[in-house]
């Protein structure tokens, strides 16, 4: 096969480079080791920043997500004890004139789906056996197995859109990437619940127990997390357990309403970065080169800016030979990158009990907390951050 960009991973990263490309006349493959069905169910955070909002709209896949999808022009904050735990407003649309729209990373690979295959761009599912030939020369190669025959994509550039775990990032050279790694001391467990979230807006709380975030899918779906430990075993928090700890943790402040859990698991926290984000002609995107704590909320958002930076240096590459968005990409990137991982380990740090904690740094926090919710400039710090920093 022959195409002129070769993208590894149909996650949302992959898939808005190819509509990118696609716009700007550009071909490429996808290729993805996961089955559609799998990558169209699996449930992550579908936090999205003003600015991907606008760009999902831009590209054609926005419709049903406008239907949809819940906007939200803030957050709320929910600290201190007793009386003194009330929720504290964060508005984003009046600090920045952002919000944010909630809707499942689920959903936007259903839609990148439906149109790219409609329109003709290829993506290849349940591939397996990948390997990369030639990155840094003019003629790379990718060589795959699908359906039980070997494959190969002929092309000028790859884009390694393929997660943490994808093969990408380990064909740089090992001399070359660098890698800034942090484990947080905790994890988050998350359940999936037929229960109307407690408020419209999303609620971080900061309590002596632990943090918890109360999100929502849909008008009758929550989503919820509690601060647990990283290897905390699911079997020991059945669901009642899960609900009481919930309501202790919000304090009151909101009515919880119970309903079925239908999906719980623990996720560990971490915050990574590998550079340099490229080599030759292959281009790191999304979590092959990043991940950040979900605190944020910026894992999903942090892809399309770095695909939508990616598409404009091929589009130039492709129209007059200019390489020199392909050769800044990674510097680029890596700006709004570590942005973003300022920001998630601000918030997660500012939100959660660490072991081995003094009475020091909670009055610490709690002070930090306070300041973010009476002072102006720092709640525009937040808001401008959590809705999205500029995009040029």
């Known amino acids: 096969m022959r195409t002129q960009v070769g993208i590894i991973g149909a996650g949302p990263a992959g898939l808005m480079l190819a509509r990118l490309l696609k716009l700007s006349g550009i071909d490429s493959i996808v290729i993805e080791n996961r089955s559609r069905e799998y990558c169209e169910n699996r449930v992550r955070a579908g936090l999205i920043e003003q600015w991907a909002r606008d760009l999902l709209i831009e590209v054609g896949v926005g419709a049903r997500m406008q239907r949809e999808g819940m906007y939200h022009e803030g957050i709320k904050l929910q600290f201190g004890d007793g009386k003194n735990g009330a929720l ?43 390997s990369l030939e030639g990155v ?51 994890g988050w467990l998350g359940i999936l619940s037929e229960s109307p979230p407690p408020d419209h807006e999303l609620i971080y709380s900061y309590t002596e127990r632990g943090f918890a975030l109360y999100a929502m899918r849909s008008p009758n779906i929550s989503r919820l997390y509690l601060q647990c430990a990283p290897d905390e075993d699911i079997a020991n ?15 009151g402040t ?27 002609r292959l281009f790191l995107a999304g979590d092959s080169a990043h991940i950040v704590p979900p605190t944020g909320a910026k894992g999903m958002n942090l892809a399309f800016a770095d695909v939508r930076k990616l598409a404009r240096a091929m589009a130039a590459y492709y129209k007059s030979g ?22 998630s380990w601000w918030m997660t740090q500012l939100l959660h009990r660490f ?38």
């Open 322 to 343: 200019n390489e020199e968005g392909l050769a800044s990409y990674s510097d680029t990137v890596l700006s709004r990158v570590w942005k973003a991982q300022r920001f």
């Open 355 to 392: 072991p081995q904690e003094t009475a020091f740094d909670h009055r610490r926090q709690l002070a930090e907390l306070d300041y973010v919710a009476t002072s102006e400039a720092a709640a525009t710090t937040l808001a401008e951050n959590y809705a999205g920093l500029p995009m040029d």
């Open 88 to 130: 504290h407003p964060i508005s984003f649309k009046k600090l920045v004139g952002k919000g944010t729209t909630v809707y499942g990373q689920q959903e936007v690979v259903k839609d990148f789906n439906a149109l790219l295959l409609k329109e003709g761009t290829p993506i290849l599912f349940e591939v397996s056996d990948v």
């Open 254 to 280: 909101r009515k919880l309403e119970r309903g079925k859990i239908v999906q719980k698991g623990v996720t560990p926290m971490r915050s990574f970065v590998a550079e340099p984000m490229q080599y030759g």
């Open 136 to 186: 840094d020369n003019k003629h790379p190669k990718i060589k795959f197995k699908h359906e039980g025959q070997a494959q190969e994509i002929d092309c000028d550039l790859i884009a390694g859109c393929d997660g943490f775990h994808g093969i990408c990032r380990p064909s740089l050279p090992q001399n070359l990437l660098k890698v800034f790694d942090r484990e947080y001391p905790f």
């Open 237 to 251: 928090w059945p669901d009642d357990r899960i609900w009481e700890e919930l309501t202790l943790r919000l304090a």
